[in-house]
């Protein structure tokens, strides 16, 4: 404790006050973190040639804001048992695996990008010898959901948003 600019029991007099000193939020400790890996794996893409890099910062930050949209604001449901916070309490979740939504949002916005940037559509291949998923999205989003910290099999996801795309491009083919 500090009392009158010195420290109790030594004379040293205190620093000036860095309550004026503009400090960082989390958020830009994360940004800073996050966003030249993001970067990085645009970068690798095969970019067309008006992408230039304002534009490979704009789809990392669109990225990053994403992640932290869901993160923030579809929160995973309280535990059974637990009281939880107040205003979920009233609110009925179904039992069972919770739904991705982070990473099938993340995907999205992944597809996005990539489309825009190469002008081919995000699709998932998978080698008919082997059974893996291979191919450039698939390789983008196994770059971007660990620096993320998206434990989800990026091909579960991609399989998702490629199961909603048919769902929309052919409505009356869809499974019921």
């Known amino acids: ?19 004026k000193v503009r400090g ?18 645009i970068r690798q893409l095969p970019l067309l040639a008006w992408v230039q890099e304002e534009h490979v910062t704009h789809a990392a930050r669109w990225l990053l804001y994403a992640d932290w949209e869901v993160s923030y604001a579809c929160p995973r449901p309280p535990k059974p048992g637990s009281k939880g916070p107040k205003r979920l309490r009233g609110v009925k979740f179904k039992r069972g695996r919770q739904p991705e939504r982070r990473a099938d949002y993340i995907t999205t916005v992944a ?13 998932r291949n998978i080698d ?21 910290g998206i434990e989800t099999s990026a091909d579960a996801a ?19």
């Not at 009392?3 to 006050?17: C, D, W």
């Open 158 to 176: 991609n399989m998702r948003l490629q199961a909603s795309l048919a769902r929309i491009r052919w409505p009356n083919q869809a499974k019921k």
């Open 1 to 19: 404790m500090a009392r009158n600019g010195k420290l109790y029991g030594s004379s040293q007099q205190l620093p000036p006050s860095l309550n």
């Open 111 to 123: 597809a996005t990008f990539y489309q825009d940037f190469n002008w081919t559509n995000p699709f």
């Open 24 to 41: 960082k939020s989390d958020i830009e400790f994360e940004e800073e973190r996050v966003l030249p890996p993001l970067k990085d794996a």
């Open 128 to 148: 008919r010898d082997t059974g893996k998923p291979y191919g450039g999205f698939h390789n983008f989003l196994t770059e971007v959901f660990p620096i993320l």
